[in-house]
T-cell receptor
Framework: GENVEQHPSTLSVQEGDSAVIKCTYS??????FPWYKQELGKGPQLIID?????GEKKDQRIAVTLNKTAKHFSLHITETQPEDSAVYFC????????????FGIGTKLQVIP | DTGVSQDPRHKITKRGQNVTFRCDPI?????LYWYRQTLGQGPEFLTY????????KSRLLSDRFSAERPKGSFSTLEIQRTEQGDSAMYLC?????????????FGPGTRLTVT
């Protein structure tokens, strides 16, 4: 799978504010874009994903947007809460066949109460 | 609980000893993956099974590492002659495969400490 570039590496927000994390990719044939959340001492948890036939997907306070022209996809968390504090990873888009997941560097999100 | 399970959750061993970890995937998933994660880094791919066949191994998987999935269900990862550099979180994931679902679901991990 191809690599992804993720930024920022750390992000601090006040409780109630929004947080945005962005990843860029290079292969225009990519068709599946996942985001994972990892809490301390736990395995990554798939929290939201999007396929290339849509531009945005929402699940309560979490949304993912995809810009295929610019080749980037972003995670948006609104009305942040302390329990949102974790490390968030984007992963390489799926290109078909099996998926060897290559994770971004991760973004450590801290929500300040 | 129908998620991915791993056993043990923590393992402390002395350098030079052998260790074995077990992963039980989600029951209907035919694909199983092993990853390694060190502190402050993202997980790194180690190996992949489709049913009982091991189809890809990373260069990270030295000769001291061996993984099996004998009946296409649970999998084991063995590390022989452990070294301090093997200290990490070992993660297992599974997926359904096919064209409908590349989504991977991870277990809680096994944290290995080599002293």
């Amino acid at each position: 799978g191809e690599n992804v570039e993720q930024h920022p590496s750390t992000l601090s927000v006040q409780e109630g504010d929004s947080a945005v994390i962005k990843c860029t990719y290079s292969d225009s044939a990519s068709n599946y874009f996942p985001w994972y959340k990892q809490e301390l001492g736990k395995g990554p948890q798939l929290i939201i994903d999007i396929r290339s036939n849509v531009g945005e997907k929402k699940d309560q306070r979490i949304a993912v947007t995809l810009n295929k022209t610019a080749k980037h996809f972003s995670l948006h968390i609104t009305e942040t809460q302390p329990e949102d504090s974790a490390v968030y990873f984007c992963a390489n888009p799926f290109l078909g066949g099996y998926q060897k997941v290559t994770f971004g560097i991760g973004t450590k999100l801290q929500v300040i109460p | 609980d129908t998620g991915v399970s791993q056993d043990p959750r923590h393992k402390i061993t002395k350098r030079g000893q052998n260790v074995t970890f077990r992963c039980d995937p989600i029951s209907e998933h035919n694909r199983l993956y092993w990853y390694r994660q060190t502190l402050g880094q993202g997980p790194e791919f180690l190996t992949y099974f489709q049913n009982e066949a091991q189809l890809e191994k990373s260069r990270l998987l030295s000769d001291r590492f061996s993984a099996e999935r004998p009946k296409g269900s649970f999998s084991t990862l063995e590390i022989q002659r452990t070294e301090q550099g093997d200290s990490a979180m070992y993660l297992c994931a599974s997926s359904f495969g096919g064209t409908t679902g590349p989504e991977q679901y991870f277990g809680p991990g096994t944290r290995l400490t080599v002293t």
